[in-house]
């Protein structure tokens, strides 16, 4: 049976940063659910090849556009474009994010520059740009994407840290501006998900048996494990949330694991 109240049928939804990993599943989860799914990258044709897969594979609805969120004026030209396209813009997932992992006093400014221009000025100006037009259709969902480090920061990645942080705080202030216009804001904070982002760290033996002794579920996420909690948060199902986020983690944020499995 399928439920209305989750239901993106008929939806719009800018997946920015949907070539690859999380956000190209998201994209695939939205459109085999009936929604018309723009998906965004820095390279157009990559953008629009990643589509034609996408819909070849869901049989469904997905464009392609070139939109490096670095650049101001890509966002709103390419924001200006899908409402020209399609009318509005119910749902926006803000998936675009990049990271180097170094110690703190090894950061330079081309690494601090290149990782805040992406995952948090990019990610502000995609939401304020997208935000305008949901306030003007008075409608619609923002998810931004979160991480761990928004339950507790890692050494060695701090300009992505902070940005994750930065997002967090985003999160709650749109939905206290946005809230009276019927435009909610949430976010999803992923766990250890294995990604072309993640995948030369997760090929460590070390830090695999470390993810499994700590993790309740006991294994590494998968991009489409994001799935159900971006359907969610993009419907009807949970129209009385917003300012949240929501940890999808294996469990990871429940608490501190012992290396122990029973009382003794
Ligand atoms: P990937 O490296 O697999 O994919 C990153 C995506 O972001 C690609 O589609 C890439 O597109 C796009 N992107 C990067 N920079 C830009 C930019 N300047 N403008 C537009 N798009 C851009 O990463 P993941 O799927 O692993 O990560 C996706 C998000 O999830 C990130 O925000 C990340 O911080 C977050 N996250 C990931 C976790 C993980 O374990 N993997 C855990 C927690 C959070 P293209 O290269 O075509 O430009």
Known sequence: MSDSLFS?????????????????????????????????????????????????????????????????????????EIVAQQGRIDTLVNVAGVNRRKPAADVTEDDWDFIIDTNLRGAFFMSQAVGKQMVAQKGGSQIQICSLNNYGPLPWVLPYAASKAAVGHMTRVLAMEWGSHGVRVNAIAPGYILTDLSKKLWSNPMMQEWNTANTPLRRLGQPDDMNGAAIFLASKASSFMTGQIVFVDGGFSAGIMWPIDKAT
């Open 8 to 80: 993106v049928e008929g939806q719009v939804v800018l997946v920015s940063g949907g070539t690859r990993g999380i956000g190209r599943a998201l994209a695939e989860g939205f459109c085999e659910r009936g929604a018309t799914v723009v998906v965004t990258g820095r390279e157009p044709a990559v953008a629009e090849t990643a589509a034609g897969e996408i819909a070849a594979k869901t049989k469904g609805r997905c464009f392609g556009l070139g939109c490096d969120v670095a650049q101001k004026s890509q966002i709103d030209k390419c924001v200006a």
